[in-house]
């Protein structure tokens, strides 16, 4: 006998599992239409890939995994997709998601499979992909994608592989029935998992309040090395953390998962489903669930097709719906009520718990918590309900993070037993989503503060970058200016003659005069020739759209009236455009005609000055960044190859304002002997 | 189509706080009972005055604070409330030493901080130590006498009478310092072999008294088995309360024995029925450990060191002031966590 371990707390709340566990399983049938949520595993949605009309067979593929955590979708049975759309789904909020809707023809004709005869052909990844490619999700509530889960991120070794058949929630059968039924296929979908995992130990932990399913499984595993452990029956062994405590003796520590502490589990009914998967290639499309409560007549467990909705289900086995009553996917402890009896039963559905009144009595009010400590007795978590009560009520969410709020797994073993009938989980939840909407809000507004004090420091950067700039370019600037005024001196007292120098002074009035004229000529030049240039432009352009227009507007009569109308006002206006365009240019060319006869095409350009001012600016540039290369070369020296390359480009504008200047000056000279000429 | 929307979980447990205060008033009657057999009719009648104030004030409050009353009078604590003063008060207290203790305890000590739930020290506690300090004489000297030391018995009316304040006849022949009060002054001049001759004293340990403490460790152990409290208060109050005298008064000559500190006073009344109040007591396991311990520690230092008898209320209502401190640094170790987080900082 293996040593089993307890956990703490833990209820025994009435089990009702007699009504739904005496029959065998039995089929649910072909339903008239299917539903079929792309989105009935923790993760990615599964994107669709047949389309409104498309033929389908059963098992075929109609929704493919996308992303690293996301399982494919299959049809569960042949026949055509009548709709891709929203449509409500099975969710405590009641929220609608993207289904695939099929209408089925009765006919449940197969696609082809890839069936294994022995999966230890198959390398590890091909038995990972396939099982992905199934569609299989755990199917013990909270449908996690298997082949994530039996792929663990790091390099973890799992010591101990534990298959979870204690099924703890009252009312609920369906694991019970497989696993007596088949035995077999839960054992050898576990060999499976266990080629990929290699664990040192296979566990199978079965309440005993199940001996029949013990006894089958015992069966099954007798050639093998799986070890089938009974476990006291207790609310929630079931829990992933109770069932590796009671099986292990550890736990799982605070934020981590199971396969950290070399421990992986599974449910009993993924297991089946993984052998079907690889043995016969079938994809999961069908599953069993548990139909119980006072409102249904045939109780029992049924093999539901996925996607089935609840109301024909229901309607199949005898619903008679009564004021008051409670329609709750899952068990009476962690199950959610359904708004609706019109979604259809998921991967994850192992029970519709169709309850009277009287079954599940409507919520009492809450009276005052006295802190009797029962909340805390039964609490698997170890927490202090009461105190959590008391945090999530007086909004202290950090106090309750303190007590572990965040450890609490809502098995709602508190509200059970709480005397004053207080909705404690319903607080936790409350606590929870609280704190994390503050969280996600402070992240917000660090994220936005951050992004503001950077932006303020860039700006305050840039600023005194700036500063620094214009200081080094007025400090050059001021240089160059006395080096002229040297030079200028230099001249003044070379040429020593008054007269010498009144002719100089003559001379430079003359020059004076004489760029003043140019530029006069030059404005009354350019300013008339940009605008006809542009216009030009302009209307070759408008003629150009017009003509496109107009093809345009001519396919659109024949194909498109609608179009056409709009497009023969565009024609209109673009053709006004052309006009207009036509007249200006005739206009213009009339008064530049009078100009260019006139005057003279004299060389164009910017004043000698302003060329002169370009290469000193180029100059002191170059000369900055020659020193800043200097500097860089002894501190920064990844930056210097950057430097030399915008030294090289500064050298080369330096020598064509250089050029532009000289070319300048000699067309003055020529200016100033024409003057003087004349 | 009307169907029920709501969280997990669906099942609820057959507990219900009205049925914990009613199991705890019924586990009261043991002790209810012995008091009545050796003490006459005095405790019975103030039960049953402390249990109507109780609910009459109870009612007003509720009333005047606009709260639906049937529904907060249907948790009966209020009626815990006044039972256990019955049971506290010397069985011949004046009638109007009982609605003040009762009333101060569901008006003031209850509904002024919050009502039920909120209420940092146990209201019955505060009522008694209100009027022990209040009226002093009344409740030193209305303790009734054994009836079995009595040559004529008070009837049943005698006593109505005589706690309403309708009989002439002084009390004086029917009552009787308590043992716990004899041993402390008598031993001081005197050595315990002359003490235990006072007839008080009885044969076993003091006459009456350990039958009532019996009649009232049965009753809680009623209630321990059915779940109502946890074993830790109480063990751990008896045991810091037994284990103070065998240290310190294992010498009967000197001060009072052990066994007198176990079975005489209202020592398994407040283990069992004062201590065990959820409201005002530390919350996890540990921190019940130490308030328990508390409560028997400060009872023998009160009860040896003080000038009162008995000191079950001055212990729980000290207790109670530490309880929210205690609850800080004994928070339970949670599951995934090598360590229990202690104190207000994060211990991570």
Same mark, same amino acid.
């Given at each position: 006998m293996k040593q089993i371990w307890d956990f703490h707390g833990g209820i025994h709340p009435k089990e009702n599992k007699e009504q739904s566990n005496q029959d065998g399983i039995s089929d649910a049938g072909i339903p008239p239409r299917l539903i079929l949520p792309l989105q009935q595993h923790i993760g990615h949605r599964a994107e669709p890939v047949v389309s409104v009309g498309d033929k389908v067979l059963k098992g075929q593929l109609i929704a493919k995994a996308v992303g690293a955590i996301s399982v494919a979708v299959h049809a569960p049975t042949s026949g055509s997709v009548t709709a891709i759309e929203d449509h409500p789904v099975p969710h405590a909020s009641g929220m609608t998601d993207l289904c695939v809707l099929i209408e089925t023809d009765g006919k449940d004709s197969w696609c082809e499979r890839t069936p294994c005869e022995d999966y230890s052909t198959l390398s590890k990844d091909e038995l990972l992909s396939r099982i992905r490619n199934a569609g299989i999700a755990g199917m013990g509530g909270a449908g996690f994608p298997t082949a994530i889960k039996l792929h663990p991120p790091r390099q973890d070794k799992v010591n101990t592989l534990i298959l979870n058949g204690a099924e703890c929630e009252p009312y609920i059968t369906s694991d019970d029935r497989l696993m007596r039924e088949r035995a077999s296929e839960v054992i050898l979908g576990l060999e499976i998992m266990a080629y990929i995992l290699q664990p040192g130990e296979c566990l199978i932990g079965v309440e005993d309040n199940k001996p029949e399913a013990i006894a089958a499984l015992r069966e099954a595993a007798k050639e093998t090395q799986v070890e089938v452990v009974t476990i006291p029956t207790k609310y929630p062994s079931g829990g992933e953390k109770q069932l590796i405590k009671i099986l292990t003796g550890s736990e799982v520590p605070h934020g981590r998962i199971p396969a950290d502490i070399g421990v992986m589990c599974q449910n009993v009914a993924t297991a089946a489903a993984v052998y079907r998967a690889i043995r016969f290639g079938e994809p999961l499309i069908s599953r069993v669930t548990t139909m119980t409560g006072d409102c249904i007549a045939n109780k029992g467990n049924q093999n539901v097709l996925i996607g089935t909705p609840i109301d024909w289900l229901l309607e199949q086995n005898g619903y008679l719906n009564q004021k008051g009553s409670r329609l709750v996917m899952g068990g009476p402890m962690m199950g959610f009520t359904l708004h609706d009896t019109k979604l259809p039963v998921v991967k994850t559905t192992n029970c519709l718990l169709a309850a009277t009144n009287k079954e599940l009595t409507p919520p009492q009010p809450a009276q005052a =918590?006295?802190? =009797?400590?029962m909340c805390s007795e039964v609490c698997p978590a170890e927490l202090l309900p009461q105190q959590l009560y008391w945090f999530a009520k007086g909004q202290e969410f950090e106090k309750a993070e303190h007590h572990n709020l965040f450890d609490c797994i809502e098995c709602g073993a508190c509200s059970y037993v709480c005397p004053s009938t207080i909705p404690l989980v319903q607080y936790y939840r409350y606590a929870k989503g609280e704190i994390k909407q503050i969280k996600a809000d402070q992240e917000k507004s660090n994220q936005a503060r951050e992004r503001f004090e950077f932006r303020q420091e860039r700006i305050e950067r840039e600023k005194a970058e700036k500063e620094a700039k214009r200081k080094a370019r007025a400090e050059a600037a001021a240089k160059a200016q006395a080096a002229k005024k040297e030079a200028a001196a230099a001249k003044g007292t070379a040429a020593s003659s008054p007269t010498e120098g009144s002719t100089a002074n003559d001379k430079a009035a003359a020059i004076q005069a004489a760029l003043q004229r140019v530029e006069a000529k030059k404005q009354a030049q350019t300013a008339p020739e940009v605008t006809l240039e542009s216009l030009q432009k302009k209307l070759l352009s408008a003629e150009d759209k017009l003509s496109k227009m107009e093809n345009a507007w001519k396919d659109a009569v024949e194909n498109n009236p609608e179009r056409a109308e709009k497009l023969a006002t565009a024609v209109e206006s673009s053709k006004t455009n052309v006009a207009k365009l036509n007249a200006q240019i005739s206009e213009m060319n009339k008064g530049t005609g009078q100009a260019g006869g006139s005057e003279p095409q004299a060389p164009v350009g910017p004043s000698i000055e302003e060329l002169q001012k370009n290469v000193d600016k180029a100059k002191s540039k170059l000369q900055l960044m020659l020193d800043t290369l200097e500097d860089a070369k002894l501190n920064h020296p990844d930056r210097v190859e950057k430097l030399e390359r915008a030294i090289t480009k500064n050298h080369t504008r330096v020598s064509h304002a250089e050029t532009a200047l000289s070319e300048a000056t000699n067309a003055k000279k020529t200016t100033e002997s024409t003057e003087s000429n004349g | 189509m009307g169907l029920m929307t709501i969280t997990s979980p669906h099942a609820h447990g057959p507990r219900k706080t009205a049925n914990l205060m009613r199991v705890v008033v019924i586990a009261t009657l043991p002790g209810l009972f012995a008091l009545t057999w050796f003490f006459g009719w005095g405790n019975l009648i103030n039960v049953i005055w402390c249990s109507t104030v109780a609910l009459l004030a109870e009612s007003a409050i509720l009333l005047i604070r606009k709260r639906p009353v049937s529904f907060y009078l249907g948790d009966y604590s209020a009626l815990v409330t006044g039972v256990l003063l019955g049971l506290a008060l010397p069985p011949l207290a004046p009638w109007w030493v009982s609605v003040v203790a009762v009333g101060f305890a569901i008006i003031v000590a209850k509904h002024l901080y919050g009502g039920m739930g909120y209420n940092p020290f146990n209201p019955a506690m505060v009522g008694f130590a209100l009027v022990l300090i209040s009226f002093p004489v009344a409740m030193t000297t209305s303790w009734a006498a054994p009836t079995h030391l009595l040559d004529n018995p008070m009837s049943f009316l005698d006593t109505l009478s005589t706690i309403f304040g309708f009989s002439t006849q002084s009390i004086d022949a029917f009552t009787m310092a308590t043992p716990l009060d004899v041993y402390k002054h008598e031993i001081s001049h005197s050595v315990a072999e002359d003490v235990v001759k006072n007839p008080v004293f009885g044969q076993f340990i003091a006459h009456g008294w350990e039958w009532v403490n019996i009649a009232f460790l049965a009753g809680g152990l009623f209630l321990m088995k059915k779940g109502v409290f946890t074993w830790h208060t109480p063990i751990s109050m008896l045991f810091a309360l037994a284990l103070m005298s065998l240290i310190f008064g294992w010498d009967a000559d000197q001060t009072t024995p052990p066994l007198l500190h176990l079975f005489a006073g209202a020592t398994m009344l407040g283990a069992f029925f004062i201590a065990t109040d959820p409201v005002t007591s530390a919350v996890s396991p540990q921190g019940k450990l130490i308030y328990g311990a508390g409560i028997g520690i400060l009872t023998y230092v009160i009860r040896t +060191?003080?000038? +009162?008898?008995?000191a079950i209320a001055f212990s729980v209502l000290l207790m109670n002031f530490a309880a929210p401190l205690i609850d800080v640094y004994t928070q339970p170790r949670t599951y995934g966590y090598a360590k229990a987080k202690r104190g207000t900082k994060e211990a991570e």
């Open positions: =918590c006295i802190r =009797c400590g | +060191y003080g000038s +009162y008898p008995d």
